[in-house]
C-alpha cells in the first residue's frame, strides 16, 4: 500500500477515536458514546445527509437498496434528487441525477459495520468493485474501500473491539 492510502487511512481511525470521549459515557455503559457536534451560533437539527452524483438514478436506487439496505426516504423527481436511509437514524444519503456524473473525489462515505469479514462477502457476493483488500490498523480498526457502480468511493469500517 502506498503511504497516501495509509496515511488517509489512520486520519480516518484517529478521527474515529478522537469522537469518543470516556467522560460522555453514562454510568454503567460498557462502550463510550459519540460527542454530539456543538456550535453556539446555531443549533444543529439532529439530521445528515451525504450526497453523490448518479448517472441513473432508479439504477443507484436499487443498488444501494440492495447492497447497503437503504430504502426511499424521499424524491423530488422533477430535481433528479432522492434521499435514502441508513442504518443510522437522520443520517441519509442523497443521490442526485446528473447523467455526465464523474465519481465524488477526496470524501468517502463510511459505514460501521460489526464484522467486517461477513461485510466483504456480501460486496463479493453482489459483484461490487473493491478498492483493495482490508486494511488493519492493529488496535484500532479495519478498512474496506469499495465503489458504487458510479464509481463513488465509499467505505465499511470495523472499530476495534478490544477487551
Known amino acids: 500500500m502506498h503511504w497516501p492510502t495509509l496515511f488517509a487511512s489512520s486520519l480516518v481511525a484517529c478521527a474515529a477515536a478522537a469522537a ?10 460498557a462502550k463510550p458514546r459519540p ?3 456543538r456550535v453556539d451560533a446555531f443549533d444543529y437539527d439532529g439530521s445528515s445527509i451525504s450526497s453523490v452524483a448518479v448517472k441513473d438514478m432508479k439504477a443507484a436506487r436499487a443498488w ?4 447497503l439496505g437503504a430504502s426511499l426516504f ?13 442504518s ?16 465524488t473525489k477526496g470524501s468517502t462515505m463510511a459505514f ?7 461485510a466483504k462477502t456480501w460486496l463479493g457476493e453482489n459483484a461490487v468493485k473493491l478498492d483493495g483488500d482490508v486494511v488493519e490498523i492493529p488496535q484500532t480498526v ?15 469500517y470495523e472499530p476495534y473491539a478490544g477487551q
Do not use: H
Not at 437522520?90 to 465519481?103: D, E, F, H, R, V
Not at 460501521?112 to 469479514?117: F, I, L
Not at 458504487?148 to 465499511?156: K, Q, W, Y
Open 88 to 103: 443510522v437514524p437522520n443520517a441519509l444519503i442523497g443521490l442526485s441525477a446528473y447523467p455526465t456524473a464523474q465519481p
Open 74 to 86: 424521499y424524491e423530488l423527481e422533477s430535481q433528479g434528487w432522492c434521499e435514502m436511509t441508513t
Open 142 to 156: 479495519k478498512l474496506l474501500y469499495f465503489f458504487d457502480p458510479d464509481g463513488n468511493r465509499l467505505m465499511f
Open 112 to 118: 460501521g459495520v460489526k464484522d467486517m469479514a461477513k
Open 64 to 67: 444501494y437498496g440492495k447492497v
Open 35 to 37: 460527542r454530539l457536534a
Open 20 to 29: 469518543l470521549s470516556p467522560q460522555s459515557a453514562a454510568p454503567g455503559d
